[in-house]
C-alpha cells in the first residue's frame, strides 16, 4: 500500500510510526558512521539521521546536496534526552532514515537560503526568486500575507460584502499617476489602460445596486518606483453606499484592530479608537501629512494608526491653473458644496477625503464620494475641462450619477505596505512574491523585454530608432 506523506511539523506526535515525508534537503552533515540530513518541507524542518546498519539508505543519503528534492521512509525516534533541542519543532525527535527516494537533483544554489538573506545582492535575490523565497523569512511573509487576505475576505464577507472583480483593460482615469497603456490589435492606434485603481468601476457598481464591494486588487501606475511603491501593487479597495466618513472609517479601524488582535497578539495598537488629525494639524505639528505617532520608534511591535482629515480639494498647478488633491471623485464636506458649485474660493475648499497612516507611512485612504452630476462636473470644469472633454472623458460616470446612483463612500489600503510594517519588513519588496528591482525591472523573467517586428505590426505601432534606451 502507498504510504501517505506527513507533513513535517506533525512529525512530533508520532514517535515510534514509520511515515514517509518528502521536501529539500536543507543541510547534510556527513559524521562518517551517521549521516545526518536536515529535511525541510513548507511546514517545518525535521533531523534525519542515516545509520551504518541501513546500508542502502546510507548510500543514498551521502549522495545527497543542499536543495535536492527526495522522499524519505523512515522511523521517529525520541531523541535521547541530551540531544534535545527544546528551541525547535522538532527538536525532540528524529527521524531513522529506512529509504531515500530522490525526486530531482539541484545545482548548487547561488546563496545560501538558510540564514535571513539580508547579506545577499537584492539583483541576484530577485534573478532568483523561485530560491529566495525557500528561505524561512519569505514563506513567512507571504503566508502571513495569505492569513490576512483570509481574514480581510472573512470579515468583510461577514459585513455583508461581495468581493467582484473590476477588469484591467480599460480606459485612462485621472488619478493622478501616469497610465501604463496597452496598444489594440484590433482598433490599431486605440489604447486599453492598466487601472490605477478600481475607482470608476467600484462606484459604478454603487450605481448598479451592489451597495458593499470589496476587491483585493492590482493596480498599475506607471511612476519612478521608491523603497514603498511598485509599478505595480495590491490594495484593498473597497465602496458602500448609503454610508458616511464615519461608517467607512469605523469599519476599517474595527478590522485592523481585529486583524492585529488576531494574527499578531504580539503587537500592541498604540491608541484606540485611533487619532484623529486634520490635515492642518498635522502640517503644523508634524510636517507631515502621514505623521508617525509611535510614542517609542525603536520598539517594532508598536502600531500607531492615525486618521488625517480635512485635506483641501484642489492645489494650484505649476500652469496656474487647478488640479485635485486627491480623488476628483470625492465630495466635497457638506459646508463647501455651494463654493464648490459657485466656483468659490476654490483653494479654501475642503475634501471629505480621509487619509490612514500608520508608523508614518500611508496606509490608505478614501473619501464619500460626489454622487450628484452637475457637482461632479464642477469639479472637472475648475480644473478647466471643456465640457465636450468631461463627457467624452467620464460621460459613463456622468449617466450613471443621473441615472440614481445612491450616496457612497469608500477606502482602498495599500496591502503591500501593510504587510511591510506587520512583518517589521524595510521594504514591500519583501512582502510581495515576485516584485520588480528598485528600478522596474523584473531579473528573473526579463522584463520588459523586446517583442517581435510581427507584434509590434499587428499592434500598428512603431518604435523609435532611439527607443532602445533606458530612461533612467
Ligand atoms: N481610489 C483611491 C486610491 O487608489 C482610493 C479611494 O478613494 O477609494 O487612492
Not at 211 to 231: M, S, V, W
Not at 232 to 242: G, N, R
Not at 443 to 470: F, H, R, T, V, Y
Request: with cysteine; aromatic share 8%.
Amino acid at each position: 500500500m502507498m504510504m501517505k506523506r506527513t507533513y513535517i511539523k506533525d512529525i512530533k506526535d508520532k514517535i515510534g510510526e514509520e511515515i514517509k515525508i518528502a521536501g529539500w534537503v536543507d543541510v547534510r552533515r556527513d559524521h562518517g558512521k551517521l549521516i545526518f540530513i536536515d529535511l525541510r518541507d513548507m511546514s517545518g524542518k525535521i533531523q534525519t539521521v542515516a545509520l551504518p546498519n541501513h546500508k542502502e539508505a546510507r548510500d543514498a543519503a551521502s549522495k545527497l546536496r543542499s536543495e535536492w528534492v527526495v522522499e524519505i521512509v523512515g522511523k521517529v525516534n525520541k531523541r535521547p534526552e541530551k540531544m534535545v533541542n527544546k528551541d525547535e519543532v522538532n527538536g525532540n525527535v528524529e527521524l531513522e532514515i529506512m529509504k531515500v527516494k530522490i525526486l530531482n537533483e539541484a545545482v548548487t544554489p547561488v546563496f545560501g537560503i538558510n540564514d535571513d538573506g539580508r547579506e545577499v545582492n537584492e539583483e541576484t535575490r530577485l534573478a532568483n526568486r523561485y530560491l529566495d523565497l525557500r528561505r524561512g523569512r519569505m514563506q513567512k511573509n507571504l503566508r502571513m500575507r495569505h492569513e490576512v487576505m483570509k481574514f480581510i475576505r472573512n470579515y468583510l464577507s461577514d459585513n455583508n460584502f461581495t468581493e467582484i472583480e473590476t477588469p484591467l483593460l480599460t480606459k485612462s482615469t485621472p488619478e493622478g499617476a501616469r497610465d501604463f497603456v496597452v496598444p489594440s490589435r484590433l482598433y490599431n492606434g486605440k489604447f486599453y489602460a492598466l487601472p490605477q485603481s478600481p475607482q470608476q468601476y467600484k462606484q459604478l457598481l454603487m450605481a448598479g445596486g451592489m451597495e458593499k464591494y470589496f476587491q483585493i486588487a492590482k493596480c498599475l501606475r506607471d511612476e519612478d518606483t521608491r523603497g514603498d511603491r511598485q509599478p505595480e501593487f495590491t490594495q484593498l479597495d473597497l465602496e458602500m453606499s448609503f454610508a458616511d466618513q464615519k461608517d467607512v472609517m469605523g469599519l476599517t479601524e474595527e478590522m485592523f484592530i481585529k486583524a492585529v488582535k488576531e494574527l499578531y497578539p504580539q503587537k500592541k495598537i498604540q491608541q484606540i479608537p485611533f487619532p484623529i488629525i486634520t490635515y492642518k494639524e498635522a502640517m503644523e505639528k508634524y510636517d507631515s501629512d502621514k505623521p508617525d505617532l509611535r510614542e517609542d520608534k525603536n520598539n517594532p511591535d508598536l502600531l500607531a494608526f492615525c486618521w488625517v482629515i480635512d485635506f483641501p480639494f484642489f492645489e494650484k498647478t505649476e500652469k496656474g491653473g487647478w488640479t485635485f488633491t486627491h480623488n476628483p471623485f470625492s465630495a466635497p464636506k457638506p459646508e463647501y458644496v455651494e463654493m464648490l458649485m459657485r466656483k468659490e474660493k476654490i483653494g479654501e475648499i475642503l475634501t471629505t477625503q480621509y487619509d490612514i497612516a500608520l508608523n508614518g507611512f500611508e496606509a490608505g485612504g478614501g473619501s464619500v464620494r460626489n454622487h450628484k452630476t452637475e457637482a461632479l462636473q464642477k469639479v472637472f470644469e475648475i480644473m478647466g475641462f471643456e465640457k465636450e472633454k468631461i463627457w467624452r472623458d467620464f460621460g459613463h460616470m456622468l449617466r450613471a450619477f443621473s441615472s440614481g446612483a445612491p450616496p457612497h463612500g469608500g477606502i482602498a489600503l495599500g496591502l503591500d505596505r501593510v504587510m511591510m510594517i506587520l512583518q517589521n519588513e524595510p521594504n514591500i519588496r519583501e512582502v510581495i512574491a515576485f516584485p520588480k528591482t528598485g528600478d522596474a525591472r523584473d531579473p528573473m523573467m526579463d522584463s520588459p523585454s523586446e517583442i517581435s517586428e510581427e507584434q509590434i505590426a499587428e499592434l500598428g505601432i512603431q518604435i523609435k530608432k532611439s527607443a532602445n534606451k533606458s530612461k533612467i
